[in-house]
């Protein structure tokens, strides 16, 4: 497969890892989706014992993130969330209701809870490369550890992608902290 190509969705959704050891693993097979540094909180999502569930369901999202960047490259212009209300037939997807691209106001403004959200990201993307990434999708809508995972989407730059800056537990905020 050259850099360019890219498995169908029923050939990645073939793929079930059972740790987020092993989906990070896999992520690498992904070229759409770019995954940064984020073994260590993904790590600590493996000490639970429904991580394989949640894996799985995180492999389900970096499906979607890549079906979405290929959809966006064949003409869709709207985002993530809106794509997964009708994303093609062929194509992979989660529920809307996972994706929230905005983070709450008190979120946002308060320091700590802002500065927990910065990931790092390929200096063509963002000079200082380092960007605040507010979307992101529940992976587990509640209790605890909640796993979330980050991202950038940045599908319409000149090379699209989605940056994943962030999967493990639920990160602070005014609610949690």
């Keep these: 497969m050259s850099a360019d190509s890219h498995a169908t969705p029923q050939e990645h959704e073939a793929q079930q890892p059972q740790s987020?050891?092993?989906?990070?693993?896999?992520?690498?097979?992904?070229?759409?989706?770019?995954?940064?540094?984020?073994?260590?909180?993904?790590a600590d999502l493996d000490a639970?014992?429904?991580?394989?569930?949640?894996?799985?369901?995180?492999?389900?999202?970096?499906?979607?993130?890549?079906?979405?960047?290929?959809?966006k490259e064949d003409g869709f212009a709207g985002h993530f969330r809106s794509w997964c209300l009708a994303p093609p037939d062929d194509r992979a997807a989660i529920p809307h209701g996972w994706v929230?691209?905005?983070?709450?106001?008190?979120?946002?403004?308060?320091?700590?809870?802002?500065?927990?959200?910065?990931?790092?990201?390929?200096?063509?993307?963002?000079?200082?490369?380092?960007v605040y990434m507010e979307a992101h999708v529940n992976i587990v809508p509640g209790g605890w550890p909640a796993p979330r995972l980050h991202f950038l989407d940045n599908s319409t730059g000149a090379k699209p992608r989605v940056y994943v800056g962030y999967i493990g537990p639920h990160l602070p905020n005014g609610q949690t902290n």
């Design 20 to 42: 987020f050891a092993e989906l990070l693993e896999f992520a690498g097979s992904l070229t759409r989706v770019v995954v940064g540094e984020t073994s260590e909180p993904a």
């Design 48 to 71: 639970y014992p429904e991580s394989g569930t949640w894996a799985k369901r995180t492999w389900r999202v970096l499906l979607a993130l890549e079906s979405y960047v290929l959809s």
């Design 100 to 130: 929230a691209l905005r983070e709450s106001d008190t979120t946002t403004s308060t320091t700590k809870y802002h500065d927990a959200r910065v990931f790092e990201v390929p200096f063509e993307v963002a000079q200082e490369g380092r």
